[in-house]
């Protein structure tokens, strides 16, 4: 009889090996990958369209939306930096060098475009710490009102924003639009080299040369601040240096709860 039991405790635990390394290795593998190399959740709501225009100039610009940490269209988990995704067009009859993208934020400092996701991660850690000891109600999860409350039509309405959003965009423009949280969602996120890719995919890569006529599509990224002022884009050209700047009122809420003079 106890020779029955020792056998079939011996045949159970052949059985269930397979399982129990399976079920080791995932153990082992959660507890040692580091949230800031994973991907976001699959409940992560798509991108939110924005679509507002710069001011005319000639260099037509378009804030397409806007994408921060934990929010719609969030491709990375603890993305400690803000996207701002551009459709840019020369609308001259000479090519344009775009220059640089910067970023006002509510104090007035002004802050470029960042071409490193790490470097990004620190300023940002930093500025956090940094408006927290200023008194600051700073959350980095925070959206921008706009953002987190789109279906309100008079929040549309007084931000200017496209109401056909997506397919007014693909239709102004000459390229397509990338596919944000969509084509990297299988992508192994706890791979930082993967991470750094991908960045490098959706940045507007600078200096930027656009001739005329041509349209491009991408994003800026900076380090995460509440309640941006401004969005400024510069250039040179044979007819001489230019900027245009978008005010950004609507991105109020963004990073801070509460109200941020």
């Not at 709501?45 to 934990?70: A, H």
Request: proline letters at 7%; hydrophobic letters at 40%.
């Amino acid at each position: 009889m106890a020779r029955n039991a020792q056998y079939a405790n011996h045949h159970f635990l052949l059985r269930s090996a397979p399982s129990l390394l399976l079920a080791a290795t995932v153990f082992l593998v959660s507890a040692c990958v580091s949230p800031k190399y994973e991907r976001v959740d699959k409940s992560t709501p798509p991108i939110q369209p924005l679509n507002v225009k710069f001011p005319s100039s000639m260099l037509e610009g378009r804030l397409y939306s806007e994408i921060s940490d934990g929010g719609p269209g969030s491709w990375k988990r603890e993305a400690y930096w803000d996207e701002y995704v551009l459709i840019m067009r020369n609308d001259g009859a000479k090519a344009l060098d775009i220059s640089s993208a910067t970023l006002m934020d509510h104090a007035g400092a002004v802050r470029p475009a960042g071409s490193d996701p790490w470097a990004l991660e620190r300023e940002s850690k930093t500025l956090e710490k940094r408006y927290k000891d200023d008194g600051i109600a700073f959350s980095r999860m925070a959206a921008p009102r706009v953002i987190a409350s789109a279906a309100e039509p008079t929040v549309v309405a007084s931000a200017g924003i496209g109401t056909a959003g997506a397919a007014t965009a693909a239709t102004l423009t000459a390229v397509a639009i990338p596919v944000y949280g969509l084509t990297v969602f299988g992508i192994n996120m706890h791979n930082k080299a993967a991470i750094k890719k991908e960045f490098d995919r959706r940045r507007m890569q600078l200096p930027l040369t656009l001739g005329p006529g041509e349209t491009r599509a991408g994003s800026f990224f900076f380090p995460m601040v509440p309640n941006p002022r401004s969005l400024t884009v510069r250039w040179t050209g044979s007819a001489g240096d230019g900027k245009t700047t978008l005010e950004l009122p609507f991105l109020q809420g963004l990073h801070v709860t509460g109200d941020l003079r």
